[in-house]
């Protein structure tokens, strides 16, 4: 069975453009989460999704968007793009909703915001 | 706020050798941990788990120990070898959602 992946694996933007990630998950997973992981601040939560719908939403402002298909498949968005976006974005997909669930993680998009 | 931290930076080791990976939890509600492994350009790989109504899980060559008096949890590794060495994180499910800590990079010396 396929892993989680991401598209694609690195970009470079400029400050005040937006970009969009994507993220498949693993088959019949239909929870997908993102993550920003930055030197300075770790791994932190941005948002879950499950059934088209955000369940869940971590502290970040609203330049940064999602959303999810009906083949579970999910987007990220960032807009007007700041130099403290440069980071490696981490996409995990689980099966349901449980919190007791493995998630497994793709292997991130890089941004580089110049 | 509350968060899921790690006491050694970085932990150098080697091969052969048994390594101890630690972290602090400040949240007592907290009833799932799991310890991850980043290798390199990659993303993290689940590594074990370990439920609170437990104080021990055994994995091939990997331990998790979990102590609730104290909100301690710890990732041993056995016989450690080169294939080990990347950066280690202890999260745990907090509101929903998976929180990480700082991480430990674990260099196995041949």
């Known amino acids: 069975k396929a892993g989680v992946t991401q598209t694609p694996r690195y970009l470079i933007k400029t400050r005040g453009q937006q970009v969009t990630l994507s993220c498949s998950p693993i088959?019949?997973?239909?929870?997908v989460s993102w993550y920003q992981q930055t030197p300075g601040q770790g791994l932190q939560f941005l948002f879950e999704y499950f059934s088209e719908t955000q369940r869940n939403k971590g502290n970040f402002p609203g330049r940064f968007s999602g959303r999810q298909f009906s083949n579970s498949r999910s987007e990220m968005n960032v807009s007007t793009l700041e130099l403290g976006d440069s980071a490696l974005y981490l996409c995990?997909?689980?099966?349901?909703?449980?919190?007791?669930?493995?998630?497994?993680f793709g292997p991130g998009t890089r941004l580089l915001v110049l | 706020g509350e968060s899921v931290g790690l006491h050694l930076p970085t932990l150098s080791v080697q091969e052969g050798d048994n390594s101890i990976i630690n972290c602090a939890y400040s949240n007592s509600a907290s009833d799932y941990f799991i310890w991850y492994k980043q290798e390199s350009g990659k993303g993290p790989q689940f590594i074990i788990d370990?439920?609170?109504?437990?104080d021990k899980r055994q994995g091939q060559r990997v331990t998790v120990l979990l102590n609730k008096t104290v909100k301690h949890l710890s990732l041993q590794i056995a016989a450690t070898q080169p294939g080990d060495s990347a950066v280690y994180f202890c999260?745990?499910?907090?509101?929903?959602?998976?929180?990480f800590g700082e991480g430990t990079q674990l260099t196995v010396n041949p």
């Open positions: 088959s019949g997973h239909r929870s």
């Open positions: 995990a997909s689980k099966l349901g909703t449980a919190s007791q669930e493995t998630q497994y």
């Open positions: 999260a745990e499910i907090l509101h929903s959602r998976l929180t």
């Open positions: 370990i439920r609170s109504n437990m």
